[in-house]
């Protein structure tokens, strides 16, 4: 009986775990994509998200950092991108579902460069594993 309480209790700690990673519907709005104009800060090429921060000047000219999550490395490899796509002082445009409580987040679904040209594209990505209002809502 004792064998079979331990089990338990390891099985809701890791079921937890488990489903607590892909909670982005509550994390994030998803039927919700604005605009943001900004400089990179800084970029954190790891898994299992990338990270993309942003400094994004507001009306009222105060700077507000963003992070912007995007898909694992793996994948953004897949579709030809790396480390190096996206450099520190960069200015960008991030269209993003914004943190569902308000706060500076966001669910990457493209980049556009000065240049124009748009990168991490949430809709290159295989449909099983688009997100947001962009994408399907699947996990």
């Not at 604005?34 to 998200?49: A, E």
């Not at 796509?85 to 500076?104: D, K, R, Y």
């Not at 990168?119 to 399907?136: C, H, K, S, T, V």
Request: proline letters at 4%.
């Amino acid at each position: 009986m004792k064998r079979v309480f331990v089990v338990l209790v390891i099985l809701s700690i890791s079921a937890g775990t488990v489903f607590a990673h892909h909670g982005r519907g509550s994390t994030y709005d998803t039927k919700k994509q604005i605009s943001l104009k900004g400089t990179v800060s800084q970029l954190l090429w790891r898994n299992p998200h990338i990270a993309i921060f942003v400094d994004v000047k507001g009306e009222d000219g105060k700077v507000d950092t963003w992070v912007i999550e995007h898909s694992n490395i793996r994948q953004l490899a897949w579709l030809g991108y790396g480390k190096n796509t996206l450099q520190v002082g960069m200015q960008v445009t991030a269209f993003v579902n914004p943190g569902s409580n308000g706060e500076p987040i966001g669910l990457c679904q493209k980049i556009v460069l000065a240049d124009g040209k748009e990168i991490f594209q949430r809709n290159d990505l295989p449909p099983n594993l688009r997100r947001g209002a962009a994408g399907i809502v699947v996990d």
